[in-house]
């Protein structure tokens, strides 16, 4: 029996571009792997809370909490909220946040069979309330 191990390159330059009191953009560097990728998860989560959500975004949409309410839905299932996005894709939105609030955020790409090495996380805060 033969097993085949994918390794995939892990995301770079993964950064906040865009941030107000509800909203981070994330933004990163494609992968360049050996092997196809499907798309990359994009993890997040609230540096004081376990909350969690799942989201599954249309590989079309800009926004992870979609515009017309057909574009993203939302599963219980880890301690992070996550969000996949096709392999064409090098930003998302991540929206509905807590203003003036610190997240932790990584990004790791994926195939049919598993998942790469996660970036180094990042973290960033949303900005004050009155802004």
Not at 49 to 65: G, W
Request: charged fraction near 15%; hydrophobic fraction near 35%.
């Amino acid at each position: 029996m033969l097993l085949y191990f994918f390794f995939f390159l892990v995301p770079i330059n993964v950064t906040v571009r865009e941030r107000n009191k509800r909203n981070l953009t994330v933004v990163w560097s494609p992968v360049s792997s050996s092997v196809d990728i499907l798309g990359y998860r994009i993890r997040y989560r609230r540096n004081d809370t376990q909350a969690f959500k799942f989201h599954v975004m249309n590989c079309t949409s800009q926004s992870a909490a979609g515009t017309n309410g057909n574009e993203s839905s939302n599963y219980s299932m880890s301690c992070f909220n996550s969000i996949f996005v096709c392999k064409n894709r090098t930003s998302v939105s991540l929206t509905k946040l807590t203003a003036y609030t610190f997240y932790w955020i990584d990004v790791t790409a994926f195939g049919c069979s598993s998942f790469g090495n996660r970036s180094s996380p990042i973290i960033n805060r949303t900005s004050e309330a009155g802004m």
